[in-house]
């Protein structure tokens, strides 16, 4: 099997994790038990670099160079502590329609970040690609939204905007120290410094959850949010990161909004009809308009053929 399908599939498997976390996420914030934003985000990313230490001394990974560990710090800051608690914030303060549809603009901050770092060029066919996915989410988004009842903040949807930026901005910089690292001694490092960067923030509103009175469905979804929205899903998105390019990576953030949809349908909360069907099939053929785009290094390789034929 091609490399790049591997990638295709870690990241498939990641947003349909992070299309269940969506609702999970805001049950704990709108739960009784007063579990914060702040609160939350730091139980996740303290849990999370537990598991990941521990996994990286069972598995005996390679350790990372000095100079790979003071980059993780940047890693860490823009991928995991800015990028998750923006996102965690905006989503209390803010309705999960407007997040959503705010997240849907992560491909486009994508494309332009590796058109401006890594030089990646901005084709037509990425740009109808990006353009039709889009389209599809808003769709879906919008058409399974009641909005007369949605609660609206200009803060919270700021807060959603700085989560994609971050994310952009992770998934473009950091391709080749992801290559050089075994993805536990990346994480177990990104996941300690994050831990670090969010305590003197969250460490008060931690101290006021309850925790003796959780009851077992909360430590459930807790132990969701850490083990596989967090744990699982930041092992496999190195795998993606190393066999995609950017653009294309981020495209399937589409299919989060999809599997929120369908996770609604199935509990009786919401019905499947026609333009949910559409807005499904505008996001899996903007997905493949835009694995159809050429890379920098395809466009590099046939100048460089033309040059040599033209010489002959």
């Known amino acids: 099997m091609k490399q790049s399908y591997w990638g295709h599939i870690a990241i498939i498997a990641v947003n349909l994790i992070f299309g269940f976390n969506t609702p999970i996420t805001k049950s704990v914030l709108g739960s009784e038990f007063m579990i914060s934003p702040l609160a939350l985000t730091f139980l996740r990313f303290a849990g999370a670099a537990s598991v990941f230490w521990i996994a990286a001394a069972l598995l005996k ?27 965690v914030v905006g989503l209390s303060s803010t309705s999960p329609v407007d997040a959503s549809i705010v997240v849907t603009l992560t491909p486009v901050l994508t494309m332009i970040a590796a058109a401006l770092f890594l030089k990646e060029p901005i084709t037509a066919l990425k740009v109808l690609g990006v353009f039709i996915g889009c ?3 808003v769709l879906l988004i919008l058409t399974s939204a009641n909005n007369s009842s949605a609660e609206r903040s200009w803060v919270g949807n700021l807060f959603c905007l700085t989560s994609c930026i971050a994310y952009a901005l992770y998934l473009t910089l950091f391709k080749k120290l992801i290559s050089r690292n075994h ?68 495209m399937y953030n589409y299919l989060q909004p999809i599997v929120t949809t369908l996770v ?34 395809q466009i590099e390789n046939e100048k460089r053929l033309k040059e040599k034929s033209n010489q002959l």
């Not at 536990?184 to 008060?204: E, R």
């Not at 609604?264 to 159809?292: E, I, N, P, R, S």
Request: with cysteine.
């Open 61 to 87: 990974v390679p350790k990372a160079g000095k100079k790979d560990i003071l980059i993780m710090i940047v890693a860490a800051f823009l991928g995991i502590a800015l990028n998750q608690m923006s996102f």
């Open 183 to 250: 993805p536990l001694t990346l994480m177990k490092w990104m996941f300690l410094f994050g831990t670090i960067m969010v305590l003197p923030i969250c460490y008060k509103p931690l101290s006021e959850v309850p925790f003796a009175s959780l009851p077992a469905e909360i430590w459930l979804k807790l132990a969701y949010i850490v083990l596989a929205a967090t744990f699982v899903t930041y092992l496999l998105i190195p795998v993606g990161q190393v066999r995609l390019r950017p653009t294309t990576l981020s």
């Open 135 to 137: 389209a599809g989410a």
């Open 264 to 297: 609604a349908v199935f509990m009786g909360m919401d019905t499947f009809g026609w333009h949910k069907a559409l807005a499904a099939g505008l996001v899996f053929l903007g997905v493949y308009v835009v694995t159809q785009s050429k890379s920098r290094q």
